[in-house]
């Protein structure tokens, strides 16, 4: 079955990550064939060619610039009469707001992938919302409940994005030149966040926790992920001068954007994100529990289903002082690390083996591709669990 996938391809977060492993492990769902329309050449571009994918060029949009719609419009509707696909998926709402209805006019089955948490009153999902797919994959049961918001009667399944982990482990001496690399000793107890620098994600929260940590000796916080946009490069100078202010500098360390996130987390021992927010899923948070990372979260949305009490701590929101009792626990009992730690890869792969996940795609894929124009029956999958 060939699919092809839409995305707008300007950034890169959970859903490119997504998108280049479904590319690089094509060869354990061989019956898939997946296919990638891209409007912008970026990093992700780059990535889904290194893995050998198939990318169509669609061409730079803006959305309010119409005359750039319709030549993105008319790009994919040549590359659907040129080109033979079973099903087209269309991701998050800017690509099904403008590029569903050629979709449609295509006749051929849409599926939609709900990625955020929607409030169904963003122009952008009303736009969305004008053409309805016959299905919604849904990347968290928490995403499943906002749904309704833009697609009342659409059947939905959830379905964990897939996630793939190095097979070889960054070594001892490859960590120690990590941290030499970022002036971070070899004792120190390094605290991790892997995210966009986005508001929400809770750095500043994270931050005010570390300032009541300020007397512990021997830890160190790595803040992974760069500015993509003009409002996240200015809110990556304010948390510069947020730290600068709680005199964190000398122990907080922004590396900006990072292609080697695996042996980042390898190199350190505590992942904490204590997101504003809630999380549409946590992709970052599964890969720290494969690389058997105690997780410090906020206990609002997907991290309600990643995170237990076997491998992590789920913390109230905005709550400064409970992530730094969170913190300061973990610090000091390095047995209880270890302890939650360990039970991390089991508990990733069972919600996110990326075999099984792409192989209940490909099941969901053909279903609708096979029941393409038949009346719909709404599914709620349930997530399968550790």
Same mark, same amino acid.
């Given at each position: ?81 040129? !080109? ?35 409030? /169904? ?59 030499? !690399? ?9 605290? @991790?966040?892997?995210?966009?620098? !986005? ?56 590396? /900006? ?12 021992? @505590? ?33 309600? !289903? @990643?995170?237990?009490?076997?491998? /992590? ?74």
């Amino acid at each position: 079955m060939r699919v092809l996938h839409i995305h707008s391809g300007n950034l890169y977060g959970g859903v490119e990550t997504l998108l280049v492993t479904l590319a690089r492990h094509r060869h354990l769902c061989p019956q898939m064939e997946s296919h990638f329309a891209l409007s912008f050449k970026a990093r992700l571009s780059d990535e889904l060619d290194a893995a050998g994918a198939a990318v169509h060029d669609l061409g730079k949009v803006r959305a309010r610039q119409p005359l750039t719609v319709w030549r993105a419009r008319r790009a994919l509707q040549d590359l659907l009469r040129r !080109e033979r696909f079973d099903l087209v998926v269309c991701h998050s709402a800017w690509s099904q707001a403008i590029f569903g209805k050629v979709v449609r006019r295509a006749q051929l089955p849409l599926v939609f992938w709900l990625h955020d948490a929607i409030s /169904g009153r963003h122009w952008l999902e009303r736009w969305a919302a004008r053409t309805v797919p016959d299905l919604a994959v849904c990347n968290s049961q928490f995403t499943a409940t906002l749904l309704p918001r833009i697609f009342p009667s659409v059947p939905v399944k959830v379905i964990y994005c897939p996630v793939a982990w190095p097979q070889s482990r960054c070594s001892p001496s490859e960590q120690l030149q990590l941290k030499e !690399e970022f002036d971070t000793t070899p004792q120190a107890t390094v605290i @991790i966040q892997v995210s966009r620098m !986005e508001k929400w994600k809770g750095h500043t929260v994270h931050l005010n926790a570390l300032a009541l940590l300020r007397d512990m000796p021997e830890w160190v916080c790595w803040f992974v992920g760069g500015a993509q946009r003009p409002r996240e490069v200015e809110y990556a100078e304010t948390l510069m001068k947020q730290a600068a202010e709680l005199g964190l500098l000398n122990r907080v360390r922004f590396l /900006g954007q990072r292609s080697d996130v695996s042996e980042l987390l390898a190199a350190a021992d @505590i992942y904490c994100q204590p997101n504003l927010e809630p999380e549409p899923f946590g992709l970052t948070l599964v890969e720290a529990l494969h690389a058997q990372l105690p997780v410090i979260a906020t206990s609002l949305g997907g991290p309600n !289903e @990643i995170v237990d009490e076997s491998c /992590g701590v789920l913390v109230p929101t905005n709550d400064a002082g409970a992530v730094t009792e969170a913190l300061s626990r973990l610090i000091k009992d390095s047995v209880l690390r270890q302890k939650l730690g360990s039970a991390g890869p089991t508990r990733a792969t069972g919600l996110c083996d990326v075999t099984t996940q792409m192989r209940l795609l490909d099941e969901c894929f053909t279903e609708v591709r096979d029941h393409y124009g038949r009346p719909p029956v709404a599914i709620l999958l349930p997530t399968r669990s550790a």
